[in-house]
T-cell receptor, first 112, second 113 residues
Framework: ETGVTQSPTHLIKTRGQQVTLRCSSQ?????VSWYQQALGQGPQFIFQ???????GRGNFPPRFSGLQFPNYSSELNVNALELDDSALYLC???????????FGQGTRLTVV | AQSVTQPDIHITVSEGASLELRCNYS??????LFWYVQSPGQGLQLLLK??????LVQGIKGFEAEFKRSQSSFNLRKPSVHWSDAAEYFC???????????FGTGTRLQVTL
């Protein structure tokens, strides 16, 4: 059974650019959530996907968007990058809504 | 709105000493509570969870936590800390139909030899 994997592990982008982060959920898990963790802070919920539909969103602007594919893998897209978007982006998958979430190792995004 | 408070930003203990990390939550309904551990630059690993039933829950690596509804607390404990336990610890509550995790700001544990 493979765990949650994220790619890339590190990324440097310039302000104003766009970025796509990828996540493969744990085998059999149909729910994927994305979190942003700024330095020295706890993770903040961005949004969740369940069976390819967005199923809840945190307090993030529309330039943060996502997709979930039929195999339950997911992408996080961020447009018009800002310096404050620099953070560790974590993906978590779960078998059912309301069950425990398993996290990937994260993607460290640096915006310069 | 739901929230999680971890009052201790940084704790230092000696190896072999006992440990208690505090967590208080605010949530109107029955909470689903979690403790996660994070090593530097890494993702989050689930230590233990409370959904219902016995209020003392056992987790991995010798950790346990006790749910106290009257105090809105879910403190993490370990009888004897090992140097490898040094990490950041996060308490979280699961809320809403979107199964959103709301995290505390974390407690950094340092272990001295």
């Amino acid at each position: 059974e493979t765990g949650v994997t994220q790619s890339p592990t590190h990324l440097i982008k310039t302000r104003g650019q766009q970025v796509t982060l990828r996540c493969s959920s744990q085998s059999g898990h149909n729910t994927v959530s994305w979190y942003q963790q700024a330095l020295g802070q706890g993770p903040q919920f961005i949004f969740q996907y369940y069976r390819e539909e967005e199923n809840g969103r945190g307090n993030f602007p529309p330039r943060f968007s996502g997709l979930q594919f039929p195999n339950y893998s997911s992408e996080l897209n961020v447009n018009a990058l800002e310096l404050d978007d620099s953070a560790l982006y974590l993906c978590a998958s779960s078998l059912l809504q309301g069950s425990e979430a398993f996290f990937g190792q994260g993607t460290r995004l640096t915006v310069v | 709105a739901q929230s999680v408070t971890q009052p201790d930003i940084h704790i230092t203990v000696s190896e072999g000493a006992s440990l208690e990390l505090r967590c208080n939550y605010s949530y109107g309904a029955t909470p689903y509570l979690f403790w996660y551990v994070q090593s530097p630059g890494q993702g989050l690993q689930l230590l233990l969870k409370y959904f219902s039933g016995d209020t003392l829950v056992q987790g991995i690596k010798g950790f346990e936590a006790e749910f106290k509804r009257s105090q809105s607390s879910f403190n993490l404990r370990k009888p004897s800390v090992h140097w490898s336990d040094a990490a950041e610890y996060f308490c979280a509550v699961l809320t809403g139909t979107a199964s959103k995790l709301t995290f505390g700001t974390g407690t950094r544990l340092q272990v001295t030899l």
